[in-house]
């Protein structure tokens, strides 16, 4: 609720489309600097692995009312399914793993862009600057804060 209130007491407004909306949004959200094949290329053998603890703690950390992703998949439905009685421990442990196959590198370069990226939506903020916002998928999300919680080096 918190944060549906801040947004609809908030003076920022949805930006008009327009030819500078697309570059002003790119200054604040950059292209990635590096091909993401020369960084798999000279990425390590050992990589991060989580166990299920990382990954309920992770989805436990979600922010009550974060809006889901261009999938329609958001975090509540992944908490209503770990918190149902029947095959619980079945999906935290396939969530599990399929964390750890991504952290692992698993997701293809092709998919990459796709599962980490987002949609940006322009807001006007009253002071005249453009204000992005990025909704990105759930599951590279929760992968992120997986792999960003742990103490691998």
Not at 4 to 9: D, E, G, N, Y
Not at 16 to 37: G, Y
């Amino acid at each position: 609720m918190r944060a549906a209130v801040r947004i609809l007491l908030s003076d920022d407004i949805p930006a008009a489309p327009s030819q500078e909306s697309p570059s002003a949004l790119s200054e604040k959200h950059p292209k990635a600097s590096s091909n993401l094949k020369d960084l798999a290329a000279s990425c390590p053998e050992q990589h991060i692995a989580v166990d299920e603890s990382d990954v309920c703690q992770a989805i436990r950390s979600f922010p009550a009312g974060s809006v889901g992703g261009p999938d329609g998949l958001d975090h509540q439905h992944i908490r209503d399914m770990m918190m149902c009685q029947e095959g619980n421990f079945e999906f935290l442990s396939a969530l599990t793993a399929f964390v750890n196959l991504v952290l692992a590198g698993g997701c293809p370069l092709d998919v990459g862009p796709v599962f980490f990226g987002g949609r940006l939506l322009a807001l006007n903020k009253k002071s005249g600057c453009i204000r992005p916002i990025a909704i990105g998928f759930t599951l590279g999300y929760l992968t992120s804060k997986c792999a960003n919680s742990t103490n691998w080096l």
